[in-house]
Antibody, heavy 128, light 108 residues
Framework: QVQLQQWGAGLLKPSETLSLTCAVH????????WSWIRQPPGEGLEWIGE???????NYNPSLKSRVTMSVDTSKNQFSLKLSSVTAADTALYYC??????????????????????WGQGTTVTVSS | SSELTQDPAVSVALGQTVRITCQGG??????ASWYQQKPGQAPLLVIY???NRPSGIPDRFSGSSSGNTASLTVTGAQAEDEADYYC???????????FGTGTKVSVL
């Protein structure tokens, strides 16, 4: 059974760079996309970005200028860096595996994307 | 603001049926996935695709879609179904992901 284990610094000062890593245990790393999601205290979920096993990335436009994702296939790990953090970046950060598929119906393909395995979450607080 | 809109809160009597909806233009082209989140826990995928349940998810959870609206139905709600529920899909550009605003379900 696939498990994701994530870690990283939990307390940052404004302008510093957030750095988190997620390790994939017990399953394939290739053939999947891998995402980061965050949840500010008392708020909803926000998608940050995703990467495939080759390092092809896709970022939330609202965070794109500050986000970098990378992968290490030798360790089955993927990482997130978010630069120039502010208090608004205080949140619970999750890594997740993305399941992708499609269904053919009535002459069209319909696609789905589902985050089927999640890490335990890492609380990141930005405070001076 | 999210491109996927959900009602903030709904309540359901124990054993009754509750439907949670998610509206957004991208849902005409992409299926929604649904997640259950209980306090202090990571989200849990409960429905994906046309109406697929991951292993271990009870069959009282089902999904459907019509036009720009996706729905998650819980038939015979149990006390343990009390949680926040989020839908998720592609955004209107089709290039990025977006989560719904979330629905808090209370089981009375």
């Amino acid at each position: 059974q696939v498990q994701l284990q994530q870690w990283g610094a939990g307390l940052l000062k404004p302008s510093e760079t957030l750095s988190l890593t997620c390790a994939v245990h017990g399953g394939s790393f290739s053939g999947y996309y891998w995402s980061w999601i965050r949840q500010p205290p008392g708020e909803g979920l926000e998608w940050i970005g995703e990467s495939d096993h080759s390092g092809n990335t896709n970022y939330n436009p609202s965070l794109k200028s500050r986000v970098t994702m990378s992968v290490d296939t030798s360790k089955n790990q993927f990482s997130l860096k978010l630069s120039s953090v502010t208090a608004a970046d205080t949140a619970l950060y999750y890594c997740a595996r993305v399941l992708r598929g499609r269904r053919y119906s009535s002459g069209n393909y319909y696609y789905f994307y589902a985050m089927d395995v999640w890490g335990q979450g890492t609380t990141v607080t930005v405070s001076s | 603001s999210s491109e996927l809109t959900q009602d903030p809160a709904v309540s359901v009597a124990l054993g009754q049926t509750v439907r949670i909806t998610c509206q957004g233009g991208s849902l005409r082209r992409y299926y929604a996935s649904w997640y259950q989140q209980k306090p202090g826990q990571a989200p849990l995928l409960v429905i994906y695709g046309k109406n697929n349940r991951p292993s271990g998810i009870p069959d009282r959870f089902s999904g459907s879609s019509s036009g720009n609206t996706a729905s998650l139905t819980v038939t015979g709600a149990q006390a343990e179904d009390e949680a926040d529920y989020y839908c998720h899909s592609r955004d209107s550009s089709g290039n990025h992901y977006v989560f719904g605003t979330g629905t808090k379900v209370s089981v009375l």
